[in-house]
């Protein structure tokens, strides 16, 4: 299986004035433009995914969705389990039971999509240290059903990488 894991586009700044519920939250206009061009990037590379699963935060939900439109991917499935205030744990679960999927993309925040990428590679969600820009992607593999400690890493780009390859 290859994971793909993507950190959402630049959302407005925290304010909870404007947004009390902080999931509800929206990608900035110039957010929504840079991961535009983001995910044009990303579909030369990954021109297919079986699967794509979300956060059903509004910004993460609005990245899926760009990626839906722009990459041709699925339409996105929300997945709680990436929401971001959850274990990777969680996420492992959801993996195992789309086990038959070749390709899975999930879409979340920080700290957890670092989190998660680490827990994947080494078990331990604390011990591989990397920077997750805004728009960011992690390419990983695993040769069986997915367990901690078990996914290798492919490949990691930053979202400059992806826009110039638009």
Known sequence: MEIYVIRHGIAYDRDPMQWPDDELRPLSPDGERRFRREARGLAVLVPKVDLLLSSPWLRAWQSAEILHELAGWPA?????ALEGDRSPRGV?????EHAAENRVALVGHEPQAQALVSFLLTGDSARVALELKKGSVVALAVDSTPRAGTA????????????ALA
């Open 76 to 80: 996105p499935q929300s997945c709680q």
């Open 152 to 163: 290798y890493l492919v490949w990691s780009l930053p979202p400059r990488v992806l826009r």
């Open 92 to 96: 492992l679960t959801a993996l195992r």
